[in-house]
Structures are given as structure tokens and as C-alpha cells.
């Protein structure tokens, strides 16, 4: 019998395999050094940047899990005397990151009653059945979802509408929905890849509800970040960011505007709008001309779904009733409702988490009124709530929710560390640089990192430099971190950079040489409306940003910096 070869050591296939076993014990020893000065100087700046190093390394490859990297705080934090464990504990659990699970419950309430279906069909209708009119129609309702829910959460509800009506399109040969094989080849048992117009549409609805997520403060985890690390930083601030003056901030230019330039700049490039004798051109054009046929078979779509149920109706009025709770804590113009109580200090988390316990208490019908004065026989079981607990469960993404608390911890323990300081001296070199130059360098490099790693984890890192950056130029702190916050989630080339890219890429095939090209002009857009609306309409809206504050000097000052 032969001897079976000896298995032969192939460094290749090991760090192939398995590099990520590798590197989680490599770069905490790389950066090892840092550790060792903090202990032997007694420095806890070096104590901290080890640890602030070692978890931007870690998210940045990805060697563990980033919500896993998340948690490091609540171990490395107390060990290196940083920030107490009870401190740690209620970062990860802050008002701002309640807001934000309320707001995640809430759409998912949405989703429940599919509520979201009967409103993107009720647009669609109305914008009519051609491929542009239905591209317009998508991301009218993907940027109107994305203000008020997460963007992932908005994208992922936008996906299978968008999938029904590209099935409706190949099914009725209004165009050719997928490349051909020599177009885009593809293996035996692989999907075929969606065509440039189909693409359009699946991207469309990304780029939308990132856009929409810019509007509000629970739109998206980016906006959530600044609100805690702000807040956080700088408790004495004159300028409270709240749900209404963000909103009033970010709206017209950022949401307005820069939607109807995505969309005229995706119809240029992707359906052959100005470019009629180009191919897709002709296609659309020849699509347009059968737009009857699908408008009847989405209206019969609608029909389908029957008249609103009751549980419809409760959950467009408690949508409704959590727009108008949270932008009236504190409007700014009038007293908001937050005033009116002789209690101790509330947060917008307060008035969403009304609803949020109503709709897990309501039923979502109520004949069993009929049988409070009636007589037996009586109904032999319990109705729903309009909210399912098991449902809620399964569907929150708990992870971001870790995320979010981490990045928290870190610019607790930065700030207590004195890491800050040692970062605002490194900056001295940009004193005397007009605020709009810092803003063009400062948005710039969060949109060049945020374009390979998730805008959240890249937020937790740059926001606490850019609140140092600030004190240090002495520039009021929202013109540098909320330009540079907002243009995390304008980085549209790559599926890693936002939420909704991820889903869209992986739930339509879309390959990432396709997302990169899509993502050149909306980025770029972006950009530029980002600096346009901070120095012109933000300074309406926020007009003592227009120089140094006293509070931040105080701040400055405290900070020894």
C-alpha cells in the first residue's frame, strides 16, 4: 500500500486562508510599542491611541467582525484606566442611539403592514410607466423613506418593489432587463447581470435613500455619530444640533437639490436622456412607447392589495404623529413640547419611544368591540399587535446598534485620555487658513476614506479629530465636523462605503466596476453642495457659526490646548 505524500506547507494558501488569524494577533503587536511608552511614561494619550489604532485597523480590514471591534471599549477602557466600566456601559445605550432603535421599530412597523408597498405603488402610478418616469417615481419614494427611516432599512424595503417591477418589465418585453452574454459574460448557474437600465433603477434607490438619509438625524448611523460625539464634546454649546434645525440645515440643498441633479445626471448617463440616437436612447424610447401596457399592470398591482386595512391606517398615523413629535421637541422657532413638562431633561428618544410602546400595544383591528356588549359566541383568540416583538427581533440590525455605542466609548475615552489634545497641537499648522480651504481638504479626505470602509466606522474615527481640529483653528465646530459628517454618506463608488450600496450590489448582482462608474457624478455632486450649503444656507440657519464662540474658548481653554 502506498504511503500517502506528506502535505506539503504552502505559505500562499495560509495567508490565503487564513490571514485574519494572523493579522488579529499581528496588528496589536505592530502598534505594540504605543502601549509600551503609556505604561512606562505613565501617558494615558499613548494608552489610548493604542487602543483607538488597533480598533481603526481592525474595522478597516475587517479581521473581526466591526461590530465585534466595537466592543474593545467596554474591555480596553477600564483596563488601561481610561474611562470607568458604568461610564462605558451608558454610551453604548445613550439617548442618541435610542433615537436611533426607535427609529429602526418604527419602519419596521412599516414594513410589518407593508405599508411601503401601497406607497411606492401609489407614486408610481401617478408618475406614469416609463422606464424614466419610473426611475423618478422609485427615488421620489426611496429619498422620502430615507428621512424618516434608516437608509439600509429604506433600501432594503425598496428592493423587492424594484425587483416586481423589473419582473413586470421582462415579463411584458418593454426592454431587455438583462446583458446579453456578450455584454457581460457569465458562469454556468451564475445570475445574469442586470442591464444599464435596470442597474439605474436598483441603484437609483441606493443613492436615494442615502440622499434622504442626509435630511434627518435618524436617516442615517453617519448623522447619529456626530450628534453623540458633538454633544459629547461640547455639552456647553450655545448651538444645540436638533432634529429641526438639522432638518431645516440639510434639506433644501442637500436633499432637494442634490436628488434632482442625481437624477438628471442618471438619466444622462444611464437612460439616454439628451443622448436620444444612442442605444439606450432607442430603447427607452421604444420602452416608452408600450408604458400603457405597464401602467395597467401595476394599477391592477394596486388593486390587489385591496383597500387600506386598519392597521394600515394606524401606522400612517403614528408615522405621521413621529414626524411631527420629533421635529416639535424643540423646533427653535417656538417652545417645543420638551418645555411644557416640569420633569427632568428629555430627548427626542422620549417622544419616539411613545410610539414605539403603542405600537406593540394597539391591536390592528378592533371588532372586538362588537362583542364588549354582545353575547356569546366570543372571538376564541388573542388579535396582534400592530408590531410583532419576534418580528422586531429578528429584523433590527443589532450590530449597528453596537457600533454606534463603540465609536461613543472611543470619544469618551479620547476625550478623557487627553489624546485630543495631543492631536489639536499637531494641527497648529493650519492656523490662519480660511475656514472654506479646511473644509475643502477636511471633505475631501472623509469621502477618500469613507470609499473603503462603511461611512459609520469611518465617522467614530475623523469626527473626534475634526472637534480638536476645530478648537485648535478656532473655527466654530460645526463648520468643520458637519460638512465632513454629511459627506461620509456622499461616497457612492464602492458597496462598502454605505449601507444601501451593500444591499443593492448584493441583492441585484450588480458587479463593483458598475457601481464605481455609476458613483463618479453623484459623488462629485455632493461635494460641491456640501461646501455650497455650509457657507451659504448653513449660515442661516446656524449664524453664530460664523466665528469662534465663546463656549468653545472656555472649552479650548479647559483643554490646555
Not at 388573542?382 to 433590527?396: F, P
Not at 497648529?428 to 473644509?439: D, T
Not at 451659504?536 to 446656524?542: A, L
Request: glycine residues 8%; aromatic residues 12%; hydrophobic residues 50%.
Amino acid at each position: 500500500m502506498a504511503e500517502p505524500e506528506p502535505r506539503k506547507f504552502l505559505l500562499h494558501r495560509c495567508c490565503m486562508f487564513h490571514w485574519k488569524g494572523k493579522a488579529i494577533i499581528i496588528i496589536p503587536l505592530i502598534i505594540l510599542p504605543l502601549l509600551v511608552m503609556g505604561f512606562k511614561y505613565n501617558k494615558a494619550e499613548y494608552k489610548c491611541m493604542y487602543l483607538i489604532v488597533t480598533m481603526a485597523l481592525l474595522w478597516i480590514t475587517e479581521t473581526l467582525p466591526i461590530y465585534v471591534t466595537a466592543f474593545f471599549p467596554i474591555v480596553f477602557c477600564p483596563l488601561l484606566g481610561l474611562v470607568s466600566i458604568e461610564v462605558v456601559c451608558q454610551l453604548y445605550f445613550s439617548n442618541t442611539v435610542v433615537m436611533f432603535l426607535g427609529g429602526l421599530i418604527v419602519a419596521l412597523g412599516i414594513e410589518y403592514c407593508n405599508l411601503h408597498t401601497r406607497i411606492a405603488l401609489s407614486v408610481i402610478q401617478i408618475v406614469g410607466g416609463s422606464p424614466r418616469r419610473l426611475f423618478v417615481g422609485l427615488m421620489s419614494v426611496s429619498v422620502f423613506m430615507g428621512l424618516w427611516i434608516s437608509n439600509s432599512a429604506g433600501t432594503a424595503m425598496m428592493c423587492p418593489i424594484v425587483k416586481a417591477v423589473v419582473n413586470e418589465m421582462e415579463t411584458n418585453n418593454i426592454y431587455p432587463v438583462y446583458m446579453t452574454q456578450e455584454e457581460e459574460p457569465v458562469g454556468e448557474g451564475e445570475p445574469p447581470h442586470p442591464s444599464k437600465i435596470t442597474m439605474a433603477l436598483y441603484i437609483g434607490v441606493a443613492y436615494a435613500s442615502t440622499i434622504g438619509g442626509l435630511g434627518t438625524l435618524i436617516g442615517t448611523g453617519t448623522n447619529l455619530v456626530f450628534k453623540g460625539i458633538y454633544d459629547q464634546r461640547f455639552p456647553t454649546s450655545e448651538e444645540e444640533v436638533t432634529f429641526a434645525n438639522f432638518m431645516m440645515f440639510s434639506i433644501p440643498i442637500l436633499v432637494v437639490c442634490n436628488i434632482t441633479l442625481v437624477i438628471i445626471a442618471m438619466l444622462t448617463t444611464h437612460m439616454g436622456l439628451f443622448r436620444p440616437k444612442s442605444k439606450t436612447g432607442l430603447i427607452i424610447k421604444e420602452a416608452s412607447a408600450n408604458r400603457k401596457l405597464l401602467e395597467g399592470v401595476l394599477r391592477e398591482r394596486y388593486k390587489s392589495l385591496g383597500p387600506m386595512s386598519c392597521h394600515e391606517i394606524q401606522m400612517s398615523i403614528f408615522f405621521g404623529l413621529m414626524i411631527i413629535v420629533l421635529f416639535s421637541r424643540k423646533p427653535g422657532f417656538l417652545p417645543g413640547w420638551s418645555e411644557f413638562f416640569n420633569a427632568k431633561p428629555m430627548g427626542s428618544s422620549t417622544g419616539m419611544f411613545v410610539i414605539v410602546l403603542l405600537l406593540f400595544v394597539l391591536p390592528t383591528q378592533y371588532v372586538f368591540f362588537r362583542y364588549c356588549c354582545g353575547k356569546p359566541p366570543f372571538p376564541g383568540q388573542a388579535l396582534d399587535a400592530l408590531l410583532s416583538w419576534n418580528y422586531v427581533h429578528e429584523k433590527i440590525p443589532w450590530g449597528l446598534v453596537f457600533l454606534l455605542g463603540g465609536g461613543f466609548a472611543l470619544a469618551e475615552a479620547s476625550k478623557n485620555s487627553g489624546v485630543n489634545v495631543m492631536i489639536a497641537r499637531a494641527m497648529q499648522v493650519l492656523i490662519g487658513m480660511p475656514s472654506i480651504s479646511v473644509q475643502l481638504i477636511t471633505i475631501v479626505l472623509s469621502m477618500f476614506f469613507s470609499t473603503f470602509n462603511s461611512s459609520v466606522v469611518i465617522a467614530n474615527i475623523v469626527l473626534p479629530i475634526l472637534c480638536e481640529m476645530a478648537l485648535v483653528l478656532e473655527m466654530h465646530p460645526l463648520v468643520v465636523t458637519l460638512p465632513s459628517c454629511l459627506s461620509l454618506s456622499m461616497c457612492y463608488f464602492l458597496p462598502v462605503s454605505t449601507p444601501p450600496n451593500a444591499i443593492v450590489c448584493n441583492y441585484a448582482n450588480i458587479k463593483t466596476k458598475y457601481f464605481a462608474c455609476c458613483g463618479i457624478l453623484p459623488t462629485i455632486i455632493g461635494y460641491w453642495l456640501v461646501i455650497l450649503n455650509t457657507n451659504t444656507w448653513g449660515m442661516i440657519i446656524f449664524p453664530e457659526s460664523k466665528s469662534f464662540p465663546d463656549w468653545a474658548q472656555e472649552i479650548k481653554n479647559q483643554s490646555k490646548i
